[in-house]
């Protein structure tokens, strides 16, 4: 505290002494107002986000065991399984598997014939009827149930007495009971609709169909592993492009043997030229990692050379010093701090900001669908001043506030991105902002709110392929759930060098 004296000293020395001490202390009293200050302004903007994402967020209590055991028996469920021996009859043995019950007799059944013919192939003879063989197949058209009989006679030549019997058709789970429609029922029910296993359990129970959720996790396992090479087909596809989007989201894995969860990573990478009117088709390809370390999208993009569109992440920049990839900035990004401390503080300079930036926005709207040579044109004739105009403005700006405040930061981070978003400007084919990957994310926001955990990298890898093959569908405007039937029902017995003739957008044109 500053301190009133009333007995004064008659010294002018000591006047002038007096004087500087309580000078001095003003000075420091006013540094201590000045820091408070500052503190209570980035406080009231920290508090500002916090309401916002606070407001209206409702945590759902799950079931945690039947989610754990939901993501790890997925996992297992892509591991090679193991032989079995037969001639053990312990009945020690832990069941690895639920039992199999039998099909509901009250679900209507289609019979499929599948018969040699009436002469035998080897020598001519006429053929008898000695038996059949009926393999059930459980299947799902949408609204009902339906079991698919597929019936294959076996016949008895009159003269040589060979048997003769069609063999049976390929099937996505070998010597299961699932059609390809109710894998792919399953699949799009938990990853496009964020509905977990054990809630389509008691769904299917209501049917009056018991299937247990572990059957179900076995299902979606072997279904993605099955997948995998089309999911890895989509991620060629989507490195060929000369710019892509990147992105990731952090999701929780379970810790084995602690009972804890760790953060793990989905990544996106997104190849859509539609607003450039390429003629490629869009893809999202996404990938798996426990970890967020550089090396992961060094990993990820071997192969690739061009630009990506990303955030700041420093994880990318291992991926930019290899010289093949150059980085392109999210203007969003940039606006995104401006709008939080304009809300928060009604700032006049974030405010202006904001609107400087709509006019780039507002160009880019009018632009849109056209070629990369009149995008350029544009931005070179209109977008360039506006941009370099935005980068003196804020440099100027900088210099009149207090470089502690939060505006100093948002406006610091926009120069330095700035910097990195300048190819935007000289490049058709690029996009203002990574807003393509940020909507690549939204699906597993919502996802892991259910599931909120994966069992094991083995779950995180099968998550990443149904992601990558149902989100490529939705962009190209493919039914998934019509798609992955039509895969899974082909894709067992299909050249793997012919892989281009699954792809969703191959099966939109069939259709049509």
Request: contains cysteine; hydrophobic residues 35%.
């Amino acid at each position: 505290m500053l301190e009133a004296s009333s007995d004064l000293p008659d010294n002018v020395a000591a006047l002038q002494a007096m004087i500087a001490l309580q000078n001095k202390k003003l000075s420091i009293f006013e540094a201590e107002i000045k820091e408070r200050d500052y503190r209570i302004e980035k406080l009231q903007h920290q508090l500002a986000g916090l309401r916002r994402h606070r407001f209206g967020a409702r945590s759902e209590a799950l079931d945690q065991l039947e989610l754990t055991l939901e993501e790890e028996e997925i996992a297992r469920a892509v591991e090679a399984p193991v032989a079995e021996d037969v001639s053990d009859t312990s009945s020690d043995t832990p069941k690895s598997k639920p039992k199999r019950k039998p099909l509901p007799d009250h679900l209507p059944r289609n019979d499929e014939i599948l018969s040699p013919g009436s002469h035998c192939s080897a020598c001519g003879g006429v053929l008898k009827t000695l038996g059949e063989d009926v393999t059930e197949e459980l299947e799902y058209i949408p609204g009902r149930f339906v079991v698919n009989r597929i019936v294959r006679p076996r016949m008895a030549c009159r003269c040589c007495e060979a048997i003769c019997q069609s063999p049976l058709p390929s099937r996505p789970i070998e010597k299961g009971r699932p059609g390809p429609g109710l894998l792919a029922h399953v699949l799009v029910n938990k990853y496009a609709d964020h509905l977990p296993l054990y809630r389509q359990s008691q769904i299917f129970e209501r049917e009056g169909v018991d299937l247990d959720r572990s059957t179900l996790a076995d299902w979606v396992g072997k279904s993605t592993a099955l997948l995998e090479r089309l999911a890895e087909a989509i991620g060629d596809h989507v490195q060929k492009g000369p710019a892509i989007f990147a992105d990731d989201t952090p999701v929780k894995m379970l810790a084995p043997g602690s009972g804890k969860t760790g953060t793990a990573r989905l990544w996106a990478y997104v190849r859509d030229e539609r607003p450039w009117a390429g003629e490629a088709h869009p893809a999202a390809w996404y990938q798996f990692s426990p970890d967020r370390k550089g090396i992961r999208p060094c990993e990820h993009l071997a192969a690739y050379e061009g630009f990506m569109h990303a955030d700041g992440y420093a994880g990318f920049n291992d991926l930019y010093r290899t010289g093949k990839v150059t980085e392109v900035a999210c203007m969003a990004h940039i606006r995104r701090k401006f709008v939080d401390i304009h809300k928060a503080q009604g700032s006049a300079i974030a405010g202006e900001a904001i609107k400087r930036i709509a006019k780039l926005y507002g160009i880019e709207k009018e632009v849109r669908g056209q070629p990369p040579d009149e995008r350029v044109k544009a931005r070179q004739s209109r977008s360039k001043a506006i941009f370099d105009d935005l980068d003196a403005w804020l440099h100027a700006q900088l210099t009149r506030i207090s470089g502690k405040s939060p505006l100093a930061g948002a406006i610091r981070y926009a120069l330095t991105r700035m910097k990195k978003l300048r190819p935007w400007l000289d490049h058709g084919f690029l996009e203002l902002d990574n807003n393509t990957a940020e909507r690549s994310m939204r699906p597993i926001a919502l996802g892991r709110k259910n599931y909120l955990f994966m069992g094991s990298e083995g779950g995180g890898k099968s998550a990443a392929i149904a992601y990558t093959l149902i989100e490529t569908a939705k962009l190209n405007g493919v039914d998934p759930q019509a798609w992955l039937t039509d895969v899974l029902g082909r894709i067992a017995e299909h050249k793997i060098t012919k892989l281009d003739e699954l792809m969703p957008w191959r099966y939109a044109e069939t259709s049509a």
